[in-house]
């Protein structure tokens, strides 16, 4: 069965520092890891995945994540913090087949002025 | 281009009572899938179609009915509804052209039952 954990609830940091948002993973075969963000009262937007080549992928509005199979973790990273940053991130992965995404419970990133 | 839409974005109910959410997407994708978001619980899902007239279980079936007679729409159901399925309601849909598919998501349907 394929899991997701993402450790932290919540991260805070200052606008212009650098953000990491963390995110393991769990599958019986090759991972298919996903971000999205969801801002407050709308739906899930895509941010970025990995399916495989390098492991440092780029995605939208400056994110980046870097997969690192033998940590089986996926972490969201962004090397300087906007407020406008500010929402709930989700990692999700799929391993094999038809199977749904699965999701992680979310970590609330708060980025202050 | 619409993307994922659905039908109604707000709804109140009073428990026992039965509703149907509505999920269309003009994106001509194979898969459609309804999740439930809670505080804390991240997305679960519901139901799930891997194509038109075939639908499966997915994390949280109870209290649910699904159907999917046409390919761009997915509906979900609740029969008799109860406090515990007061959620926020998502749709999502994903063409089928591999496990690295992205999954596109609906706006979000916010469901009270009292």
């Known amino acids: 069965a394929q899991s997701v954990a993402q450790p932290e609830d919540q991260v805070n940091v200052a606008e212009g520092n650098p953000l990491t948002v963390k995110c393991t993973y769990s599958?019986?075969?090759?991972?298919?890891l996903f971000w999205y963000v969801q801002y407050p009262n709308r739906g899930l937007q895509f941010l970025l995945k990995y399916i495989t080549g390098d492991n440092l992928v780029k995605g939208s509005y400056g994110f980046e994540a870097e997969f690192n199979k033998s940590q089986t973790s996926f972490h969201l990273k962004k090397p300087s913090a906007l407020v406008s940053d500010s929402a709930l991130y989700f990692c999700a992965v799929r391993d094999s087949g038809n199977t749904p995404l699965v999701f992680g419970k979310g970590t609330r990133l708060s980025v202050i002025a | 281009n619409a993307g994922v839409t659905q039908t109604p974005k707000f709804r109140v109910l009073k428990t026992g009572q039965s509703m149907t959410l509505l999920c269309a997407q003009d994106?001509?994708?194979?898969?459609m899938y309804w999740y439930r978001q809670d505080p804390g619980m991240g997305l679960r899902l519901i139901h799930y179609s891997v194509g038109e007239g075939t639908t499966a279980k997915g994390e949280v079936p109870d209290g649910y009915n699904v159907s999917r007679l046409k390919k761009q729409n997915f509906l979900l159901g609740l029969e008799s509804a109860a406090p515990s399925q007061t959620s926020v309601y998502f749709c999502?849909?994903?063409?089928?052209?591999?496990?690295?598919?992205?999954?596109?998501f609906g706006p979000g349907t916010r469901l009270t039952v009292l």
């Open positions: 994106m001509n994708h194979e898969y």
């Open positions: 599958v019986s075969g090759n991972p298919y």
């Open positions: 999502a849909s994903r063409i089928d052209r591999g496990r690295g598919d992205t999954q596109y």
